[in-house]
């Protein structure tokens, strides 16, 4: 479904990624490991297209991303790569409920369906007793379920994760793990987790691992 050929990016001097190349199959769960400051962000950036390599090429379902608008990729972006991030970025004047909405709105979705689609979500994340809750009245546990409601409205191909338990204590990362586990499989989306934590990398098929912007092990 996604394929990075020899991707490598640059900041001035500094060669973060260095030709790395990678596969990502439909429906399955990737871990990516790696130390601070290895390139495993810029790395998911690219993936998602909201970052460009400075070299190689990323096909998502055959299409290359580099030929793609600005506009192409916002859409892209909307429909079918989602990305959930360590710090959550829920919009803080919306309510729970209303975050999760909010994709589905922008794309025009008709009222009663995007009602139905929230109130599923928000059952399926197990938030629906906080629906009314704006961002800053909900815990790190309940802000990240709230994310991961919202990534799933469009009913995306890929997710994309960068630290998605980074900023979570153990039991919260447990139930997390639970929820994307479960989520992905039952809608059928492949993932892509960025993390350091060896919880995260037992609910994925594979991981690979990435150091000095290289990829050094790719293990089943
Ligand atoms: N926008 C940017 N401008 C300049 N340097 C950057 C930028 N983003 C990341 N870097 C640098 O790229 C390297 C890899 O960063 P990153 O992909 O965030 O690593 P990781 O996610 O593995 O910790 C770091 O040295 C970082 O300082
Ligand atoms: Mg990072």
Do not use: W
Request: net charge negative; aromatic share 4%.
């Amino acid at each position: 479904m996604l394929e990075a050929c020899k991707i490598k990016k640059s900041y001035l001097t500094n060669e973060v990624l260095r030709g790395v190349d990678l596969k990502i199959n439909e429906g399955e769960r990737v871990a990516i490991m790696g130390p601070s400051g290895s390139g495993k962000s810029t790395l998911l950036n690219c993936m998602g297209g909201i970052d460009q390599p400075t070299d190689g090429s990323i096909y998502f379902e055959d299409v290359n991303l580099s030929k793609l608008s600005e506009e192409q990729l916002c859409e892209l972006r909307r429909k079918k790569i989602s990305t959930i991030f360590q710090f959550f970025h829920l919009l803080p004047t919306l309510t729970a409920r209303e975050n999760i909405e909010f994709p589905m709105l922008l794309e025009s979705v008709n009222a009663s369906d995007r009602k139905k689609r929230t109130n599923e979500l928000l059952d399926a994340v197990k938030i629906d007793h906080r629906a009314e809750a704006f961002p800053d009245q909900l815990s790190g546990g309940e802000r990240q379920r709230v994310a991961i409601a919202r990534s799933l409205a469009m009913r995306p191909k890929l997710i994309l994760a960068d630290e998605p338990t980074g900023n979570l204590d153990s039991s919260n990362t447990e139930s997390i793990l639970d929820l994307i586990q479960h989520l992905s499989s039952a809608y059928d989306i492949a993932m892509v987790l960025v993390t350091h934590s060896k919880k995260v990398t037992e609910i994925c098929d594979r991981t690979i691992n990435i150091s000095d912007g290289l990829v050094i092990e790719n293990e089943d």
